[in-house]
Structure formats: structure tokens, C-alpha cells
């Protein structure tokens, strides 16, 4: 592992200030992915300023019934929440699909948005792999590709990348229509989350829209006031990253599909809203056929790699059952 420097701040603008100066620097949350990087020589940082116990471990009502949830939350303390079980369960369920017990422990929320792929290629540093090293190419597209994206990657050209987002907690985030708030050199902004994260385009090396050296300090959830539900297709039942994953949430009445918020995990290179899926629903009926109808509008635009088409169907099938489920609820 590469030398580096740990530094600590008084505060969240001491903290930013100290890695505006370090254009190699990274904040330190958990440090269960970066860390992890570091020891592969994936992440070779000058400077880790950690920010894991300056960042705020509360999660706050806001006036209009909604949730702040401080970055330094523990994932396992965000699952546990009552208000969270019981107003956002969708979030709840993400979370305690991911990782294992020591995990949530440790990671913090404003790290979990920000891991990094899973991607065999990217995290072995004698491969060819366009967002480790740009323009070196992209291991997965002809080798092993089982588990990356079916929508939105980049197919040919240097900015070529099929790979996945690896985060539960981010679908569901999605879903809810949360805004990420960050403290950065030229102050505070907010980001949606849908545009946090950016599809790879011509550079893969840019998981998200963040500035150099921006902070995030917190998450605002919206109230929901619809049911909701997470669920997560792996390999195995724990310890395994989403082959398909879904949030969603919905209002049915007199039998019809009145509101429908659906995002998707393990299908794109950025947690995926699935815009078409719900436009195709609302005002149809609730029923399998309007579920099936709504995800093939959807995945219309998919475009499998040699090893993964089996997505497409798990996707649809996802889709279905979910909303079917949440029907029952809904009633
Ligand atoms: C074996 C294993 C299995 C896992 N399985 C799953 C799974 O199934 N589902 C899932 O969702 N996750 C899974 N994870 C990932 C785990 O959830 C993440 O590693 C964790 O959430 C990262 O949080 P952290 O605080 O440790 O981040 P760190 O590793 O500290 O940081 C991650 C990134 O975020 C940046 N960062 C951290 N905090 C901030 C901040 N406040 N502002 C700006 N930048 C910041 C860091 O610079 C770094 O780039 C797994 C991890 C492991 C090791
Ligand atoms: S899919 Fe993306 S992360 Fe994986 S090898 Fe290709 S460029 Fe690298």
C-alpha cells in the first residue's frame, strides 16, 4: 500500500478546506470500500481526512414531515431507526440487504452513495479497465460480464464501460426522491439524487456529478405516504451485491394505479429510475398484465451483453411480483 497522510478536522468546512488544497485527497467515511481500494492500489490517495465522527450521526425530522439523515449515520443505526422502519421501510429493507452486520456498522451513509463498482476488472490493477486507467480499455465487454449492466453503459469508443453501481441504500434513496446535501470550497448546494450519479458516457472514471473536494453532510427524504418495498436478487442470501434489485412504491385505488415510484439496483452504472415503467402505469389498471406491460416498456431500451440477458426476464419478473405484492398492500 502507498504511503499516505491521515488527517483529522475540527469541522466540516476545516475538512474541506484541508482537501481543496490536495487534489489527490479523499475524505475517509467507514473506510470499508476505500480502504479496501487502497490495499489493491485501485485508490492511491495522498491524504485521507477523515470525517467519520465530524459528520453528523443524527437523523432529524424536517418541518414538512420528511427526514434529514446526517452523512456519518451508520447504515446499521439508519435501519434500526423507527421512523425509518415505519415511514420509509423501503429504506430499511435496502440496507439490511446489504453488506453484513460488521459492515452496516462501520459504513457511514454519506460512503455507502459513493462506493465504488464491483467490477472484477476494476479492482484488479493488471487488467484493462477504462475507469481505473482511461483508455486502456474494458476488460468486461468480451470477458466476464455476468453480473454488469443491461441498460445505459457505453459500448464502444474510450469512454466504453458496462459496469454496475453497487449500492442498495442508493436505490432505494432514489426512489424516494431524496436530496443529497453537500459542503464544498465554494459553499453548500444541494443535488438531487437522480442526478448525483452519472451514467459512464465518454468518462467512465466519473461515477458522480460531486466536485473535488465537496463534502456530503446530509440526506433529505421527502415524506412518503405511499407503501413501499426493497427487494434484491444475488446469488447467495447474504454477503452478495444485487444481480437485479428494486424500490418501489404505490397508490392504488378503485383497482387503478394512481402513483408508482420504481427504481432498479444492479442494472446500469447508476441506480436506475425507471421513468418509462412508471409513465406506462399510472391510470392503468393494477393488475399483472399493466405490471408486465409497464417493466417491458422499460427494458425496451436494454441492451444485454453476451452473459447477462438472463437479467432482462429477472427484471421484468422483479418488477412484476413487487408491484403485485405491494398491491396487496396498497389495498
Ligand atoms: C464484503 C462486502 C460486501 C458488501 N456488500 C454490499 C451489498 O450487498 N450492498 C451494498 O450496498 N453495499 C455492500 N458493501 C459495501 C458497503 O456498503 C460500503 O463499503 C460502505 O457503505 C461504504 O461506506 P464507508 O463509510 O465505509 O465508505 P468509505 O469506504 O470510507 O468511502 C467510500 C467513498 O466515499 C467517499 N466518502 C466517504 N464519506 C464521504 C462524505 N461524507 N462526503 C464525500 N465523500 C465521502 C470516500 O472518499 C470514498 O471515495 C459491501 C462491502 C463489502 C466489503
Ligand atoms: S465495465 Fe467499467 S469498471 Fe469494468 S472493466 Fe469495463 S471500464 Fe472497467
Not at 446489504?98 to 457511514?108: D, E, I, P
Not at 455476468?146 to 442508493?170: F, K, W, Y
Request: with cysteine; charged share 25%.
Amino acid at each position: 500500500m502507498r504511503e499516505f497522510r491521515y488527517e483529522r478536522a475540527a469541522d466540516p468546512a476545516a475538512a474541506v478546506a484541508l482537501l481543496a488544497d490536495e487534489p489527490h485527497g479523499a475524505f475517509l467515511g467507514g473506510g470499508t470500500n476505500l480502504v479496501d481500494l487502497m490495499k489493491l492500489g485501485v485508490a492511491t490517495p495522498d491524504v485521507l481526512v477523515d470525517v467519520r465522527e465530524l459528520a453528523s450521526r443524527e437523523v432529524t425530522e424536517l418541518p414538512d414531515g420528511g427526514l434529514r439523515i446526517g452523512a456519518g449515520v451508520p447504515n446499521a443505526d439508519l435501519a434500526a431507526d423507527r421512523r425509518v422502519r415505519e415511514r420509509f421501510p423501503v429504506l430499511a429493507q435496502a440496507l439490511l440487504a446489504g453488506a453484513s452486520g460488521q459492515l452496516r456498522n462501520r459504513a457511514t451513509t454519506g460512503g455507502n452513495l459513493l462506493q465504488r463498482t464491483r467490477c472484477g476488472y476494476f479492482t484488479d490493477v493488471t487488467r484493462p479497465c477504462n475507469k481505473r486507467s482511461p483508455g486502456t480499455g474494458c476488460g468486461a465487454l468480451e470477458g466476464v460480464h455476468r453480473n454488469h449492466a443491461i441498460l445505459g453503459q457505453t459500448l464502444e469508443g474510450p469512454g466504453t464501460c458496462v459496469a454496475t453501481h453497487p449500492s442498495d441504500m442508493a436505490v432505494a434513496l432514489l426512489a424516494l426522491d431524496a436530496v443529497v446535501r453537500v459542503l464544498g470550497p465554494d459553499g453548500e448546494r444541494s443535488i438531487p439524487l437522480a442526478e448525483l450519479h452519472r451514467l459512464p458516457g465518454d468518462d467512465p472514471s466519473r461515477d458522480t456529478t460531486l466536485r473535488h473536494g465537496e463534502l456530503i453532510t446530509a440526506l433529505d427524504l421527502p415524506p412518503l405516504d405511499l407503501p413501499s418495498r426493497y427487494r434484491k436478487v444475488r446469488d447467495r442470501a447474504s454477503f452478495a451485491f444485487a444481480l437485479v434489485s428494486i424500490a418501489a412504491a404505490l397508490r392504488v385505488e378503485d383497482g387503478v394505479v394512481r402513483e408508482v415510484r420504481l427504481a432498479l439496483g444492479g442494472v446500469a452504472h447508476t441506480p436506475w429510475r425507471s421513468r418509462a415503467a412508471e409513465q406506462a402505469l399510472v391510470g392503468q389498471p393494477a393488475t399483472e398484465e399493466s405490471f408486465a406491460a409497464a417493466a417491458d416498456a422499460e427494458l425496451a431500451a436494454a441492451t444485454p451483453l453476451r452473459d447477462n440477458t438472463f437479467k432482462v426476464p429477472l427484471t421484468r419478473n422483479l418488477v412484476v411480483r413487487t408491484l403485485l405484492e405491494l398491491t396487496g398492500a396498497a389495498a
